[in-house]
């Protein structure tokens, strides 16, 4: 089993900055790819990026060139530095894991409680 606690949400002005961290414990050995994934409101959860064991990323049309996925394979760490915000980025962000190297939230296995990022004025 795998826990995930993310950290870091808030509320910030367009075009400000924020970062998320995950951090993951229990059986990280079983981990390749991490994850961040979004859901506002009424809306289906989609990709906002994930990044495998070896570094490799994947990121979802709205964020690219604004946000960006890094990792701490030895501590168990996932990190989502997101620039220039838009008040569309608003949502509560999920941290996932598992041991596939997909996109598609089905294809995780865990998954954090969230926490919520609101961009407003």
């Known amino acids: 089993q795998v826990q995930l606690v993310e950290s870091g949400g808030g509320l910030v002005q367009p075009g400000g900055s924020l970062r998320l961290s995950c951090a993951a414990s229990?059986?990280?050995?079983?981990?390749?790819?991490m994850g961040w994934y979004r859901q506002a409101p009424g809306e289906e959860r989609e990709l906002v990026a994930t990044i495998t064991n070896d570094g490799a990323t994947n990121y979802g049309d709205s964020v690219k060139g604004r946000f960006t996925i890094s990792r701490d394979n030895n501590r168990g760490l996932v990190y989502l530095q997101m620039n220039n915000l838009k008040l569309e980025d608003t949502a509560k962000y999920y941290c996932?894991?598992?041991?596939?190297?997909?996109?598609?939230?089905?294809?995780?296995?865990?998954w954090g409680q969230g926490t919520q990022v609101t961009v407003s004025s």
């Open positions: 996932a894991a598992g041991q596939a190297a997909g996109i598609e939230p089905a294809e995780y296995e865990y």
């Open positions: 229990g059986s990280i050995f079983s981990i390749n790819a």
